[in-house]
């Protein structure tokens, strides 16, 4: 008997000391894991679309930039295959020319000018999760008198994607007028920001042609998203003083501008919480300057 009880306790024993260190094992491997999981938690635009930053007015055989941006706010990769700015809803020949290259177009070769009212590039473009993918490319208008459609296209993953945009073409002498983001004469329509960082963010109006200038006392209104916080006017050369309401900016341009630029700079604070954000720029000038943009702003862990 008391051999057995004496063999009893030695098991025990031999199984404790096996299982402690597994429960420990356990323990430390669970403490690991919680240490390195990381909650990514997402806020802005949720679904795959297209945006796009489209002229209006055009001028006249001229060219002038057209741009747009693809969004991937998923956790999967997506491939474009083809990008189109399309006006085949125009009843008139809308389109006579593209220029592409370097600060011109991106990507900054393969475009093509389809008949008179759709331009478009087959290409092979991956992007990634929680990104996005800006393009641009001028288009020379045709001497028509019309007002019609863009459709800023897209074709990723097999599925189609677009956008309508208006515009106004002249058959006369006008400005050529498009928004951008960024200080330079390179369109861009994307930009990041820190998350719960301040940040100063910087938009410019654009007149294209050379033949005919954007008059002053136009009103640029820029739509923030309601996650950015304390905005504050910056201003700029050619800027009057800005009127903050909520998180829409309404500021008026003191100047013309003519084959050149007028930038105006702001400040906010992102949003805590990583994403893709949508910002809405437009600009009402004399008498038929209506551009309108899409921006998007990328909100990170940091920049």
């Not at 020379?140 to 008198?145: E, K």
């Amino acid at each position: 008997m008391r051999r057995k009880i004496v063999l009893r306790i030695a098991i025990l024993a031999i199984g404790a000391l096996l299982v402690l260190p597994v429960y420990a094992f356990i323990y430390n491997q669970g403490t690991h894991q919680v240490s390195q999981t990381i909650v990514n938690i997402f806020n802005g635009v949720e679904i795959v679309q297209v945006t796009g930053s489209v002229p209006n007015e055009m001028d006249r055989r001229q060219l002038g930039f057209f741009g747009g941006v693809f969004w991937n706010p998923t956790d999967s990769v997506y491939q474009i295959t083809r990008i189109a700015f399309d006006a085949s809803s125009a009843n008139r020949q809308v389109f006579s020319g593209i220029s592409q290259g370097s600060g011109v177009s991106y990507p900054t070769s393969g475009w093509s000018l389809s008949g008179s009212r759709m331009v478009y590039l087959t290409t092979s473009i991956n992007v990634q999760p929680h990104s996005v993918q800006e393009f641009y490319l001028k288009i020379r208008g045709n001497s028509i008198g019309a007002t019609f459609q863009i459709d800023v296209r897209v074709t990723a993953n097999g599925t189609v994607y677009h956008e309508p945009y208006q515009t106004r073409q002249s058959s006369r002498d006008v400005p050529f007028s498009v928004l951008w983001l960024g200080t330079g004469p390179s369109p861009q329509f994307s930009t990041s920001a820190a998350k719960g960082q301040e940040k100063t963010f910087y938009v410019s109006l654009h007149e294209d042609s050379g033949i005919a200038s954007i008059r002053a006392n136009g009103i640029l209104t820029i739509q923030l998203p309601s996650e950015f916080t304390n905005i504050q006017d910056i201003g700029g050369t050619g800027w009057g003083p800005a009127t903050i309401a909520g998180n829409v900016i309404e500021v008026g341009n003191t100047l013309s501008v003519r084959e050149s630029y007028l930038t105006y700079a702001f400040k906010a604070t992102a949003p805590n919480y990583e994403g893709l954000y949508f910002c809405n720029a437009s600009f009402s000038g004399t008498p038929n300057e209506h551009p309108i943009a899409n921006f998007s702003v990328l909100v990170t862990e940091g920049v």
